[in-house]
T-cell receptor
Framework: KAGVTQTPRYLIKTRGQQVTLSCSPISGHRSVSWYQQTPGQGLQFLFEYFSETQRNKGNFPGRFSGRQFSNSRSEMNVSTLELGDSALYLC????????????FGEGSRLTVL | LAKTTQPISMDSYEGQEVNITCSHNNIATNDYITWYQQFPSQGPRFIIQGYKTKVTNEVASLFIPADRKSSTLSLPRVSLSDTAVYYCLVAQLDSNYQLIWGAGTKLIIKP
């Protein structure tokens, strides 16, 4: 079956702009979680959605937001971009219950100039 | 909420067995423990998941003691291609599905 698809894979923005990243989960998966990973750093949890509801949120400023659609596809948005937002943004999908396996996409690499 | 702690880095040699331990205090009865492997510029990949005692699959074993305050990922006979970052994850099902990630252990395998 198709894996988790993230688009775009690479993008370059300038400070002050906003960006929207998309994540299409594996068919049948209802949970999507988002992560920020900067060079040499671990996974920083952004938020997790299940059936269009945000269940959990990490410690990121309000400039980071997300949503999930009825088909489980998810988007995250970062407004007023800062240089420090340059990172690999990963999403993962799962069935969302019983501690099931997370399947990650290849990520969207954002560069802020 | 649980907090996960794992070593920042480890070195080993080809053919050796490698054990990486993750400490997770405040783990609840229903929480699952999962380990992931990540190569540079890729998303993490599932290795193994367990709840208690021992789980084994074709690539690794996971040992969880009775008190479940830690878990150990065991990689038998590692090769150079096992050089990667390994993350432990505690999924807290009773806390609205909180995902508690460790900071990752960078494992370097030498020839």
């Amino acid at each position: 079956k198709a894996g988790v698809t993230q688009t775009p894979r690479y993008l370059i923005k300038t400070r002050g702009q906003q960006v929207t990243l998309s994540c299409s989960p594996i068919s049948g998966h209802r949970s999507v979680s988002w992560y920020q990973q900067t060079p040499g750093q671990g996974l920083q949890f952004l938020f997790e959605y299940f059936s269009e509801t945000q269940r959990n949120k990490g410690n990121f400023p309000g400039r980071f937001s997300g949503r999930q659609f009825s088909n489980s596809r998810s988007e995250m948005n970062v407004s007023t971009l800062e240089l420090g937002d340059s990172a690999l943004y990963l999403c993962a999908s799962s069935r969302g219950a019983e501690g099931g396996e997370l399947f990650f996409g290849e990520g969207s690499r954002l560069t802020v100039l | 909420l649980a907090k996960t702690t794992q070593p920042i880095s480890m070195d080993s040699y080809e053919g050796q067995e490698v054990n990486i331990t993750c400490s997770h205090n405040n783990i609840a009865t229903n929480d699952y423990i999962t380990w992931y492997q990540q190569f540079p510029s890729q998303g993490p990949r599932f290795i193994i998941q367990g709840y208690k005692t021992k789980v084994t699959n074709e690539v690794a074993s996971l040992f969880i003691p009775a008190d479940r305050k830690s878990s150990t990922l065991s990689l038998p006979r590692v090769s150079l291609s096992d050089t990667a970052v390994y993350y432990c994850l505690v999924a807290q099902l009773d806390s609205n599905y909180q995902l508690i990630w460790g900071a990752g252990t960078k494992l370097i395998i030498k020839p």
